[in-house]
């Protein structure tokens, strides 16, 4: 079973960027969909940003023209740059693979945004 782990989740003001990157324990080159979702505590897990194997994105419309996201298949991994980051986008951002109606999750890294 393919393993997800997240990594670049920290502590930034509003305006400032991350780059959270999702390194795969096996091949993603299966997996049609990979994306970042998040959540907050006591709601449902949202869509951030989804790229597919054939490199169409898709975006949370808040996150459009701020955040981009990338996957690089010979390298297993993918990454999520967010950039001009607001207070409201604080929450634990996951990492997701998706194949039919199989889908695999990361553990989660925190992303907190304030003053």
């Known amino acids: 079973q393919v393993q997800l782990v997240e990594s670049g989740g920290g502590s930034v003001q509003p305006g400032e960027s991350l780059r959270l990157s999702c390194a795969a324990s096996?091949?993603?080159?299966?997996?049609?969909?990979m994306g970042w979702y998040r959540q907050s505590p006591g709601k449902q897990r949202e869509l951030v940003a989804e790229?597919?194997?054939?490199?169409?994105?898709n975006y949370k419309d808040s996150a459009k023209g701020r955040f981009a996201i990338s996957r690089d298949n010979p390298k297993n991994t993918v990454t999520l740059q967010m950039n001009d980051l607001k207070p409201e986008e604080t929450d634990v951002y996951y990492c997701?693979?998706?194949?039919?109606?199989?889908?695999?999750w990361g553990q989660g890294t925190q992303v907190t945004v304030s003053l």
């Open positions: 096996g091949s993603i080159s299966s997996f049609v969909t």
């Open positions: 997701n693979a998706q194949r039919g109606p199989h889908q695999i």
């Open positions: 790229v597919t194997i054939d490199g169409r994105a």
